[in-house]
Structure formats: structure tokens, C-alpha cells
């Protein structure tokens, strides 16, 4: 059994990854502040991370870490010039300059294009049979919405899970050499592509489709400020890394819990009215997101009692706080009708997800159509699990539909 007094998040294995619970679990229970041997903490209570986001002296920006960690390289500028590692008064400038993508009447649009994405999808799974859910499916469905909101043309299209894996996968705790090479590549590459769609977008400003939110993004401004050329590719780069891998995982995860839970598959099936509460349970057991981070920029003292000096890196384990038996009832059980269910799947404070509404209302059509269209959903076949730490999804999951 493991001593959890040696346990150290810069070191996990695979064996941690396909199952982080038990471990989790451990932590909760024994070490809710866990401090790694770099001298980071690791968060694993739901209060002391919803304490954790909420303060306003707990710093997203990582210039210095991210510096140490990736030298200057393009991953480094991506991930300092986007709007998830930054602080005010960028953060705020630019978050309300990207809301302008999730407006009532952009989601309004939006809705209308996921409709017609996922029964488009749908056609195609049945025509298959059998397929690989991810592949086939979960990983097309943003790739289609986020080709659409960035006006992405199809030849690009098939490259968008690949760049997004890359440049994510170069935020686990511990990142080979191959794989930060392939998180810059992915970052040139892409954001090549997205220079030339802005400068088109820029020139022809009409020409917007629906859905499509670049135009909004490029000329939008707030106190006269907009985003420049840098900023704009970086947090295009920062949209299509949001919401495509995490809405991958959510469909995958999501689908296997069913298949594992035969019984809520089937309550799901005979009582269809339950999708909101089943997409919020499914966000809660298996989070996509796994793990956020935070700067102390002030002492921090912890509902559990620690406190966390000025200058200490933090590790928040949503998917420990998503499984706290004191706020979650029977927290290991896989109940679509749970209520309340105060998950942070999508984070909370100043920085809590743009995309919430859009990823809840991706989750709904696409998971209440699948389950009502095929009721005979079977798993066809081993499973392979995403081999990354931060995020939790699948590579593979067979499945057949008849």
C-alpha cells in the first residue's frame, strides 16, 4: 500500500492515472494539504479548493513558472499571453472581450449549429454500427463547433484534437522532452493558421457565419482596448484548447459511465427529463478537468486549518473535491438525479469557465440524443485511457449501437 507521506504529484504513474481515486481518497482523508517534494501543495478537500479559487490573493499568472518550466518557446507565450494564467487588470480585459462569444444571442446561434452537428453525427454513427466512440464521434463534435465559432476551414479541421492534446499535454506536472516539442510545434503550427483566418476575418468583416465569433473577438473593445494580433492567436488557441478536449472527455466519460452503471443507463433512458441533472453528475465523477493551479500571492489559512505561506505553488484536485464525502453524499455512487450537486467541474471566483453554458448545452443535446437514439449502446471492446495527468478522457472506447 502506498505511504501517502511519499507520495509526490511531479512523480505519479499510469497506474494513478487510470485509477487516481483510491490514492485521492487517502489524501482526503490523511493529508487534505499535501506538500510535494518541490515544495508545492496539493489540495484535496472540497472547501479548501473552493476557498482556494475564491480569494482573489490566490495569482493564475505563471510568467515565472512557465518561464522555468518551458524556457522561451512558443508554449511559454501561449500559455502567458491566453486568459486562464493571467491575473487583473489582463484577465479582466480580456475575459470581457472573449464574452462576447457566449452571449445570449451567440449561444442562441450556437444551439441551432449543435442540433444540426449532432444529428448530422448521429446519422453517421448508425450508419457504422460499430465504431470508436471517441474517434467516431466525441472527438468531432467540437471539432465541428469550435471549426465554427473560429470559421476554421474543413482542411484543418482533422489537426484540432491533435494540437490541442500537445499544447495541454505540456502542463502535466511532469512533461517529456518529445512531448514539449510536440506542444511548440502545435503551437506554431496552429497559430499560423489562426494569423491567417484573423487577417482574412480583419479584411472581410462581413463574411462571418453563423456561429462564428472571430469577428466579435477582433474588433470588440472594452475602455478602447482590443486584443492585438498576438493576443487574438493566442486566445484562439486558448478557445479551441477549452472546449475541445474537456467536451472530447465529457462525451466519453460520459458514455462509459453509463455502461457501467447499467441501471442510471436505463433511468436515463426511461426518464430522458433527467439529462440536466445526469450532465452535471457525469461532470462531477469524472471530471475532464482534473487538477488547476493556483499562486499563493498572500498567506492562505485553509477551512481545514493549514495555512499556505505567500509564494507556495498550489495543485487543486477537483477530482478529489468532486468525491468529498462531507459535501457529497455517497460520493462514489453515479447518481443521475443527484441534488444538490455543488461539483467545480468548471472551477469558481473570477476565473470559473466562459464556456460553462455552452459545454452544459453541448452535454445535454449530445448525450440525451445519443442515449435516446441508441437504446441497444454496448462497449465492443477494450478501452484506452488518455495518458495525461491535468486531463481525464479516453484515446479509445469502442462501443457498438445495434
Given at each position: ?72 518557446c ?53 450508419d ?14 467540437p ?78 473593445e ?33 458514455v462509459?459511465?453509463l ?18 441533472t ?83 448545452m ?26 495525461l ?7 479509445s472506447?469502442?462501443?457498438?449501437v445495434?
Open positions: 500500500m502506498l505511504d501517502i507521506a511519499e507520495f509526490d504529484l511531479n512523480t505519479i504513474d499510469a497506474a494513478f492515472i487510470e485509477n487516481p481515486y483510491p490514492t485521492l481518497a487517502r489524501l482526503r482523508q490523511d493529508a487534505p494539504v499535501h506538500r510535494n517534494a518541490d515544495g508545492s501543495v496539493y489540495l484535496t478537500r472540497h472547501d479548501d479548493c473552493l476557498t482556494t479559487y475564491r480569494s482573489r490573493d490566490m495569482l493564475s499568472d505563471k510568467t515565472e513558472a512557465f518561464g522555468a518550466k518551458f524556457g522561451e512558443p508554449l511559454k507565450v501561449h500559455h502567458t499571453t491566453s486568459l486562464i494564467f493571467n491575473d487583473p487588470p489582463y484577465h479582466t480585459v480580456v475575459r470581457k472581450l472573449i464574452s462576447a462569444a457566449f452571449t445570449p444571442r451567440k449561444l442562441a446561434e450556437m444551439e441551432r449549429l449543435i442540433d444540426g452537428i449532432v444529428d448530422r453525427l448521429l446519422d453517421r454513427v448508425e457504422l454500427g460499430e465504431l470508436d466512440l471517441i474517434a467516431d464521434f466525441a472527438m468531432m463534435l471539432t465541428e463547433i469550435i471549426s465554427f465559432m473560429l470559421g476554421v476551414p474543413e482542411e484543418y479541421r482533422a489537426k484540432l484534437r491533435g494540437y490541442s492534446i500537445a499544447i495541454l499535454g505540456a502542463l502535466d506536472p511532469v512533461v517529456p522532452e518529445a512531448r514539449m516539442d510536440a506542444g511548440n510545434r502545435a503551437v506554431e503550427e496552429f497559430g499560423a493558421i489562426l494569423s491567417d483566418l484573423i487577417d482574412h476575418r480583419r479584411a472581410n468583416p462581413d463574411g462571418a457565419g453563423e456561429g462564428e465569433v472571430l469577428e466579435a473577438l477582433i474588433f470588440g472594452h475602455n478602447g482596448r482590443r486584443l492585438t494580433q498576438e493576443e487574438l492567436i493566442q486566445n484562439c488557441i486558448f478557445l479551441l484548447n477549452a472546449g475541445h478536449e474537456t467536451t472530447t472527455s465529457f462525451v466519453g466519460n460520459s462509459a459511465l455502461l457501467d452503471n447499467p441501471g442510471e443507463h436505463r433511468r436515463l433512458m426511461d426518464d430522458p427529463g433527467l439529462i440536466g445526469a450532465v452535471e453528475e457525469c461532470l462531477r465523477v469524472e471530471s475532464p478537468l482534473q487538477i488547476g493551479n493556483r499562486l499563493a500571492g498572500e498567506d492562505i489559512t485553509l477551512p481545514s486549518g493549514a495555512t499556505i505561506e505567500k509564494g507556495t505553488y498550489i495543485h487543486t484536485s477537483i477530482a478529489a473535491a468532486n468525491r468529498d464525502p462531507d459535501v457529497f453524499a455517497e460520493p462514489d455512487r453515479f447518481d443521475i438525479a443527484r441534488k444538490p450537486n455543488p461539483h467545480i467541474a468548471f472551477i469558481t471566483g473570477i476565473h470559473v469557465c466562459l464556456g460553462a453554458s455552452l459545454a452544459r453541448e452535454g445535454k443535446i449530445a448525450l440525451g440524443r445519443f442515449v435516446t437514439r441508441f437504446p441497444r449502446l454496448a462497449a465492443d471492446g477494450p478501452r484506452e485511457r488518455l495518458g495527468a491535468r486531463f481525464r478522457g479516453f484515446t472506447l469502442p462501443i457498438r445495434r
